[in-house]
């Protein structure tokens, strides 16, 4: 059964780091793109940055460029999301999910509907 479970998140002051990881199960790891997503209460869910395991190219939205690098492991069976220089406007749920092929942006990345398999979320607050 393909699984994927987001861990790392917490309360950070402005300015701080978080590191988020998405441990997947049930698939190999090195066919497939990983995307993170994320929703603020009241907002739509949106693409923060994406991995493709096709060549390993990295896509980032624009707000996080620079701040936001993901990453991955496959022998660990794990993507990473390294966060740094948060804002509080960064506060959200933050989710990874798998879309079926192995290249963001050919599988609908930053469209989160492209996205069939999704972890539960981990919160990051970021606030003084």
């Known amino acids: 059964q393909l699984q994927l479970v987001e861990s790392g998140g917490g309360l950070v002051q402005p300015g701080g780091s978080l590191r988020l990881s998405c441990v997947v199960s049930?698939?190999?790891?090195?066919?497939?793109?990983i995307g993170w997503f994320r929703q603020a209460p009241g907002k739509e869910r949106e693409g923060v940055s994406c991995?493709?395991?096709?060549?390993?190219?990295?896509y980032y939205e624009d707000s996080v460029k620079g701040r936001f690098t993901v990453s991955r492991d496959n022998a660990k069976k794990t993507v990473y999301l390294q966060m740094n220089s948060l804002k509080p406007e960064d506060t959200a749920v933050y989710y990874c999910a798998t879309s079926s092929g192995s290249d963001c942006l050919n599988d609908g990345w930053p469209e989160a509907i492209y996205f069939g398999s999704w972890g539960r979320g981990t919160q990051v607050t970021v606030s003084s």
């Open positions: 991995i493709s395991s096709s060549d390993g190219s990295t």
């Open positions: 049930g698939f190999t790891l090195d066919y497939y793109a």
